[in-house]
């Protein structure tokens, strides 16, 4: 290589640095005022982001785990209704008048639980931990939760 090619180099390279340095200055500029941001101000602003996004992510790691506990505790209350209901259907016909249709209506209950608690876990897994999204599709989960359970 030459002496002058290389300082074409170098020339290139240093343009190149400048490119990029010129580049993050701009970034640093607020458009609308044509002054520099307020790096310290930026700086709290990301720290607080951050602090939000820890707690939204132990928020919906605490919703899985209640998610998971009352899946668990629905597939034990769906077993214990049929094993009432085979027998109400089976030799109790003095309770099938009364106790037959209640316990039906139990498992339905029952399932309408189940399907909240299979929605729940499909919204939670549709949306990446502090998504600011996830709040809004929860919320919309809650009132339908809250309109089909008649509260």
Sequence with gaps: MTRVESM??????????VANLRHDLEALVDRSTGRLHDIVNLRRALNESEASLTAARTSIGAMRVQISVLQGDNVVLLTEVDLVQDALESDASWLNSEGLPMVR???QATWVVESLGVEAHT???EYEEGDPILSTALGRFCIETCIRLGH
């Design 8 to 17: 074409r180099s170098t020339l290139h390279h240093s343009n190149a640095v």
């Design 105 to 107: 209506a139990l498992h």
């Design 123 to 125: 919204v939670l897994e």
